[in-house]
């Protein structure tokens, strides 16, 4: 089997159907891929229920469910279940637009055999409303050498996981994702970013990422998400001496981008003490925002290495909150 499509659900009844629906009817051949749903526990009593459903009407599709574990348990069960030679991961309330999405990630993977591609996404708002996210700006397939540094500050290793495709050996050998911490895809892609050597680039519309969902990240930035993210660059950064100096830079230039993504959120939490440690202890990231393509990101970076970062933070909440009132 080639593909295993794993799909975290948590009380997502309301856009599940979708989702699984867009997996499975794919114009590939159903033996060579399979979708796999693990229902995490849902409480709304109705997401378990079509989960099932969904199993009896797709021959690809199968579930599981289990107790409450979180994002990360979820996904890590599917990856212990699964039989595909790559995992892909969607989330319960995201779906794919292009049936042919797998033929097309089976004709890159047969050309150059890399041990991840990388596709680009749509931000989806709704249908009239879409921003794609594209990676036209690098070379589509490579080693990752001496470049990787230039790859990782074009934003082509940046945190979703379910925008990459991934070589099954790398889970055998352990590649899994953190239990206990929320905004899991910071340390994921990090440790995706230290084991791989080569990838390609699949610039096809299909993952259609939504938007504003009631309850989700894109609404709501939790004090949890600002101290796991913190955390999750504190832990993905204690063993980068085991790398050369081109792949330690690049890891550094990758959790600078996680790190300033969160500056505009800590100020009102700032008096948790453990947040304002990690966010101080690892402040010198911001020097690698100079090396960054994303022009937001480089000039949030680099205002904060200029006013300071209790400037700058309190700067950037009031802005948030200015951009969020007027936005329409």
């Known amino acids: 089997m080639k593909f295993s499509i794993i799909v975290a659900a948590y009380n997502v009844a ?6 699984v629906e867009s997996l499975a009817n794919q114009n ?5 891929y399979e979708v796999l749903i693990v229902d995490d526990g849902s409480t709304d009593g109705r997401t378990g229920m079509l989960c099932d459903q969904l199993t009896s009407e797709f021959e690809v599709v199968r579930t599981i469910h289990q107790e409450n574990g979180g994002l990360s348990s979820a996904r890590n069960t599917g990856i212990k279940y699964s039989k595909g030679d790559y995992l892909l991961f969607v989330d319960g309330d995201d779906f794919w637009n292009n049936h042919e999405f797998l033929n097309e990630l089976s004709s890159n993977i047969k050309k150059y055999s890399s041990d991840v591609v990388i596709f680009s996404y749509d931000k989806y708002y709704g249908d009239e409303e879409l921003f794609e996210v594209n ?3 690098v070379a589509e397939a490579g080693e990752l050498g001496n470049n990787i540094s230039d790859l990782v500050s074009k934003g082509l290793f940046t945190a979703p996981a379910w925008n990459k495709c991934v070589k099954r050996k790398f889970f ?5 994702f953190p239990v206990g911490l929320l905004s899991e895809d910071c340390l994921y892609c990090s440790d995706i970013l230290k084991i791989v050597n080569s990838y390609s680039v699949l610039n096809e519309r299909c993952y259609m990422y939504r938007q504003n969902r009631k309850g989700s990240i894109t609404n709501i930035v939790k004090e949890k998400n600002i101290h796991d993210i913190l955390e999750s660059i504190d ?12 792949r330690q830079l690049a890891l550094r230039i990758y959790f600078a981008i996680s790190y300033i993504s969160i500056l505009p959120y800590v100020n009102q939490y700032i008096s948790n003490q453990k947040i304002k440690q990690l966010l101080y202890k690892h402040k010198y990231l911001l020097k690698y925002s100079k090396d960054l393509s994303n022009k937001e990101f480089k000039l949030t970076g680099m205002m904060s290495q200029i006013v300071g970062l209790k400037a700058s933070t309190k ?6 909150k200015f951009y969020k ?4």
Not at 172 to 176: E, F, H, Q, T
Not at 235 to 246: P, R, T
């Open 325 to 328: 009132r007027y936005r329409g």
């Open 235 to 246: 832990i993905g950064l204690q063993d980068i001496q085991n790398y050369d100096d081109a």
């Open 172 to 176: 055998d050998n352990g590649l899994d």
């Open 14 to 19: 309301d856009y599940l159907e979708e989702c």
């Open 28 to 32: 590939f051949p159903n033996a060579e």
């Open 135 to 137: 990676f036209s700006n």
């Open 315 to 320: 700067m950037f909440a009031y802005l948030l």
